[in-house]
Structure formats: structure tokens, C-alpha cells
């Protein structure tokens, strides 16, 4: 299919920038040009705020179930329009082609869940203390528009579970979306549109990030701050809205520790976690990446991996049967060359894999290291690539102290079928999200975020839609 050109989207209108800019779209399979995407200026950030808060004003007043009805039905047409969104995805992201469409179907089950969460927003009543005759009230509001950075690893996903809490709460919502990435988003924005939002409630945007990060979050109309990201521009984020006291949502980095125990079913641990780790070629903040495996089974561990990676098959994502796709941009792959040969030069033996595959294109080969020094650059920078290190452990409180040691804190998986490893565990890994003999399985219902360096809020379940309340007091005498 064709690629489609991508426009900014702002009071319910698709639009050019106001001067004409715009950006190239690349293939990542291929590195040529694909198509374009406008370049919001100043002028167009700024019609953009003033549609976002007359949208706030509209939908505010809205009533749940009103508001259900038409997420409901952008959840429906992202569930028709999956097919046509898919080659999309995988032409500007590189994903395959299996993966894009699950992606744009998993959208549509997040925007249900929202839709139905948006009626369980309660307040209280809560008896006075000192006179019967007075009546206290805890309301919750929402916020007010909401000003949302995405990245380019999952161009959907990344959005709509921003989207799904904002307008579940009564929301409106100006995206700044990635440019690699620009019709995922735009696709995403689309169905809402076409399924009768009211103008200004979503507003979609692309451009210079600083420059628009640094005229939107000090913005006296956005009341809140959401971004998913690397952690050091989530810092530099935080902190420019703490400066005008905006509510933050901070999704940053990950390191994951794979803690397998000496009793572990590894040919689970390494079908669950090798497709966790090799998923997206490795751009992914939950992916597995530093495998910590009982001395006693290490090597098992270690063969068996290798040979998972090696029957992957690497290329471009829309060729039938591909199940790994290339890097999102030749930056990844320097960075991927920097962990190897960092990694071999202080000790690490590679099984299979690390090296650039063709001159075409970014892809990588699916890696396997073993005894991966802790001193590498490996098991301290997050790899966000298609790279897996092992190292053995002798106790369990070992490989907890390690999974540990970093300031990370996102995402976890371990692999055991004792009780009492299981309960060790899961109160002693300092991650937001923990999953143990399976694979990583994120869904609406539940807390999506991380602890320490890894952000702070959700962006699934009950948790994500109080970050787009406030809540007040209410008190009312009888007299």
C-alpha cells in the first residue's frame, strides 16, 4: 500500500503546518523516504491550546455515558480499520507485519476498558465528625487539557492508553506524537474523529520535540504532563513542570531483570522470555535484558536461547514470515555495536548473533551473550535492542541484589515452581511491574509503570484515570 502523508490535527481538522514545514519519514527497512509529515510551529501549538480548552469545556460537560458511546465507537472502527493501519505501522516503525496488527486491535480492547471505566469514577460522602447537619462531599473533576509526548517504539499503544484514561476522566488531550512514527498516531486520532469527538477534545501534533515540550508543558492551559520516554528526558520534563506545579505521568526507562531458578521449566522461561526480549528487535521499555539463570542450569539455558534466536527470522516486516524487523534508525545500530564490543573486550563470549546484517536498512542479528561482566556497558545502559546477556547466580538473594542494583525499576520477570521463590520474589524486586513464568502480558485493567528511575504513575487500570482527577472537598451545613 501506499504511505500515506501525515497532517497535524487540530480542532478537528486535518491542516498543514501554518508555514509550510515539514519532516521526512523514513523506512527503517530500507533507509529511503517515505513520505512527509507537517511541522507544527508556534502559531499552530497555539491554535492548538485554544482548541484544547474550548474541547475540555465541551467534553467536561458531557455526560460518562455519552462519552463511552463514542469511544466505544472509535474502538470499533480501529477494530475495522486494523488491516489497513498495519502496513502503515510497519512501514515507518519496521515491526512486522503480525505485530503492527496486533497492536491497532489491542487499541480498541484499551479504549473499551476506558470507556466502561469512565463510569466508575465515584465520589463520597463522608459523615461530618462534628455536626450531623453538615454534609461532606469528595467530588472528582478532571483536570483540564492534557498535554501528551509519545515515542516511536509503539506509536499506537503509546497514545491511546494516554488517550483512553484522559478522555475517560472528561479529558481533552493535545498529543505531540513522534515524527518517525507519524501515521500510527494519526490513524489512532482518525477514528476518533470519524467516531463524532467533539472538535479541540484531541489534538495531534509533531515537530521539534524540545521546542514544543518547552512552549506546551509551562502552557497556563495544559494542567497535566504525560510522556513516555527515555529517563533523562523524563527528568528534564518533570522538572520543567514541577516548576509551574502540572501533574505529571512519567513512563521512563527499564532494565528488566529474567531471574530463572535452579527449579525453573526453562524451555518456558525461554520461549516466554525470548519473545519478550526479541519483540519489536528489542525496542521495548519492558524487555528482558539482563538474564540472571542458576549456575546449575545456565548452560541449558544459554543453548537453548541461542537457538531460539537463531531460528528467528530477521527482515523487512510486511515479507510473509518475517518475525524480527530492522532497528527504528541508524543510531540503533551504532548503539548496538557499542554494547558488543564493549561487552567482548571486557570478557563476555557471544553465542550468536552481534553484528549488522546487510548495508541496507538497520537490521541486527538477535544476540546471546554469556557471562556478561557486571562492569559492562551492557548490564548498566539500557540496550533497547535485540541483544540478550546472560550471567549465572549461585542464591536467589543474589540475583535479587543484582536485579536490584540499578535505578531502574519497570519492569521484572522470574521462572520458578517453588512457592516460596515465587512469594521471595515478588516482595523483594523493586519493579512497578513483575511477571513470573510468562510473558510479559500488559493489559488495560492493570497498573502499567515503574518505580525509581522508571517513572511514577500508570497508564493502565483504576490507577491511570486518578491521575486526570482532582479531587475536592465539598462541605454543606444545614441551616
Known sequence: MTYPNTQLFINGQWQ??????????????????????????????????????????TWRDMTAADRSKI???????????AAEIAPMLTQEQGKPLAEAKGEAMAAADIIEWFAEEGFRIYGRIVPSRFNLAVRQMVIKDPVGPVAAFTPWNFPINQVVRKVG????????????????????????????????????????????????SSYLIPHPVIRKITFTGSTPVGKQLAAMAGQHMK???MELGG????????????????????????????????????????????????????KYAQGLKVGEGLTEGTTMGPLANPRRLTAMAEFHDDAVKKGAQVLTGGKRIGDAGNFWEPTVMVDVPLEAKFFNDEP???????????????????????????????????????????RKVEVGMLWMNMPAMPSAEMPFGGIKDSGYGSEGGPEAIDAYLNARSVSIANV
Open 255 to 306: 532494565h528488566a531483570p529474567v531471574i530463572v531458578c535452579e527449579d525453573a521449566d526453562v524451555a518456558l522461561a525461554v520461549k516466554s522470555a525470548g519473545a519478550a526480549k526479541f519483540r519489536n528487535a528489542g525496542q521495548v521499555c519492558i524487555a528482558p535484558t539482563r538474564f540472571l539463570v542458576h549456575e546449575s542450569i545456565k548452560n541449558e539455558f544459554a543453548q537453548a536461547m541461542t
Open 384 to 426: 533497547f535492542g535485540p541483544v540478550a546477556g546472560i550471567r549465572a547466580f549461585n542464591k536467589l538473594e543474589e540475583a535479587i541484589a543484582e536485579a536490584n542494583r540499578l535505578s531502574f525499576g519497570l519492569a521484572g520477570y522470574a521462572f520458578t515452581k517453588s512457592l516460596k521463590n515465587a512469594d521471595l520474589l515478588a
Open 71 to 81: 469511544m466505544r465507537k472509535a474502538a470499533g472502527l480501529m477494530r475495522e480499520r
Open 16 to 57: 498543514d503546518a501554518t508555514d509550510g514545514r515539514t519532516l521526512a519519514v523514513f523506512n527503517p527497512a530500507t533507509g529511503k523516504e517515505i513520505g512527509r509529515v507537517a511541522h507544527a510551529g508556534k502559531a499552530d501549538l497555539d491554535r492548538a491550546l485554544e482548541a484544547a480548552q474550548k474541547g475540555f469545556e
Open 247 to 249: 501533574r505529571v505521568t
Open 165 to 212: 484514561a484522559a478522555l475517560a476522566a472528561g479529558c481533552s488531550m493535545l498529543v505531540k506524537a513522534p515524527e518517525e512514527t507519524p501515521a500510527g498516531p494519526a490513524a489512532l486520532i482518525r477514528a476518533f474523529a470519524d467516531a463524532g469527538l467533539p472538535p479541540g477534545v484531541l489534538g495531534l501534533v509533531y515537530g521539534n520535540p524540545a521546542e514544543i
